[in-house]
C-alpha cells in the first residue's frame, strides 16, 4: 500500500491530468484510503445510473459489489482549454478490463470520466460505462 504522502511527492498540484491518474490508479488497486490525498473534503461523485457518493470507498465498494476485479487501461487524458490553477474540468476516456463476479474475464468496456479540479483537488467526478449494457446482455435481457 503505498501512502499518502508518497503520492503528494509524486504529482504536482499544477498537473491536473497527472493528479486525475494518480487518483484512478490509486482507486484501482483498490486503496480509497490514498486516494483521498487527491480529493477536496466536498468531493461529489456520480457514479453511473446517477448514483451518487461522496468518498472514493463508497466507489470502490460500488466496483466490488459489480466485478471481482476492475482496471482502467486509459486511452486519452484531456484537461479541458480554458482551465485555470484554481478550476478546471479533465476528462479520462479508455477501456475497463478485469473479471465479472463470477469469474469471466472482460476487456473493451469503455469508459469516460468527467472530473472537477479546483486548487489541485478533485471536487466532483462524473463515471460513465458500458458495465450495465454488458451485464443485461449477458443475463439475456438486451442484445449488444
Given at each position: ?79 479541458v482549454t480554458g ?15 478485469g473479471e465479472w ?26 463515471v460513465w460505462n ?15
Open positions: 500500500m503505498t501512502s499518502d504522502a508518497d503520492f503528494k511527492r509524486a504529482v504536482q498540484p499544477d498537473d491536473p491530468a497527472a493528479i486525475v491518474e494518480a487518483y484512478l490508479t490509486t482507486l484501482m488497486i483498490p486503496d480509497p484510503v490514498a486516494a483521498r490525498a487527491f480529493i477536496d473534503a466536498e468531493l461529489d461523485i456520480t457514479f453511473t445510473g446517477g448514483r451518487k457518493m461522496k468518498d472514493p470507498a463508497e466507489a470502490a465498494a460500488f466496483n466490488k459489489s459489480r466485478y471481482k476485479w476492475v482496471k482502467k487501461k486509459f486511452e486519452r487524458t484531456e484537461v482551465g485555470t490553477a484554481e478550476e478546471t474540468v479533465v476528462y479520462s476516456i479508455g477501456s475497463l478490463y463476479l463470477d469469474g469471466t474475464p472482460f476487456s473493451g468496456n469503455r469508459y469516460v470520466d468527467r472530473y472537477l479540479l479546483r486548487n489541485g483537488k478533485i471536487v466532483q467526478m462524473g458500458d458495465s450495465a449494457e454488458i451485464l443485461l446482455s449477458r443475463a439475456g435481457i438486451v442484445p449488444l
